[in-house]
T-cell receptor, first 113, second 113 residues
């Protein structure tokens, strides 16, 4: 069956450290992968998109990697701040299915001051 | 630019009743999505429109759920009759095309009692 799995447990890190979140997928052949941030009571907000032929993408303190061999994406937040505390969702789209994005379960991140 | 507007923000109904949600996407966005997000899970795609045509409704429980997008702009999602397991947040999102970032509304929190 198809699965998109993210860190099952909440992640707590100290302010200033690098947070690393994982997204593993099974039985998908994604052409694109996106990362979103979701705060309580709000809709997800887009952060980054990475294509299958890109190994890495950066935006300010954010970095995303995409390894199609390992079937995994890693999402890094460097110099983390308490304001980065939220749930982070990965979503992938397969090029042969109309490009609908399918979301993972999400990882809750808490940055401790 | 104005974001994705959804209404109502909250709704409480009894099982077997009907309910409708409304979504106004960002102007000019051709693609519109409805997602269901159960507490603690990632958003699950219910239906995707490209203009006023349906791209994917494979995960829409068609015996009770229906959706339409008149004139390729606003959209409504209806549940009739509602079940207890329909309690969730219903998120509407729009994007310029299928491969662009999606912009989400705040969602409608539905409680079925």
């Amino acid at each position: 069956s198809q699965k998109i799995e993210q860190n099952s447990e909440a992640l707590n890190i100290q302010e200033g450290k690098t947070a690393t979140l994982t997204c593993n997928y099974t039985n998908y052949s994604p052409a694109y992968l996106q990362w979103y941030r979701q705060d309580p009571g709000r809709g997800p907000v887009f952060l980054l998109l990475i294509r299958e032929n890109e190994k890495e993408k950066r935006k300010e303190r954010l970095k995303v990697t995409f390894d199609t061999t390992l079937k995994q994406s890693l999402f890094h937040i460097t110099a983390s701040q308490p304001a980065d505390s939220a749930t982070y969702l990965c979503a992938l789209a397969e090029s042969n299915t109309g490009n609908q994005f399918y979301f993972g379960t999400g990882t809750s991140l808490t940055v401790i001051p | 630019e104005a974001g994705v507007a959804q209404s109502p923000r909250y709704k409480i109904i009894e099982k077997r009743q009907s309910v409708a949600f409304w979504c106004n996407p960002i102007s000019g966005h051709a693609t519109l999505y409805w997602y269901q997000q159960i507490l603690g899970q990632g958003p699950k795609l219910l239906i995707q429109f490209q203009n006023n045509g349906v791209v994917d409704d494979s995960q829409l429980p068609k015996d009770r759920f229906s959706a339409e997008r008149l004139k390729g702009v606003d959209s409504t999602l209806k549940i009739q009759p509602a079940k207890l397991e329909d309690s969730a947040v219903y998120l509407c999102a729009s994007s310029l095309t299928t491969l662009n970032e999606a912009f989400f509304g705040q969602g409608t929190r539905l409680t079925v009692v």
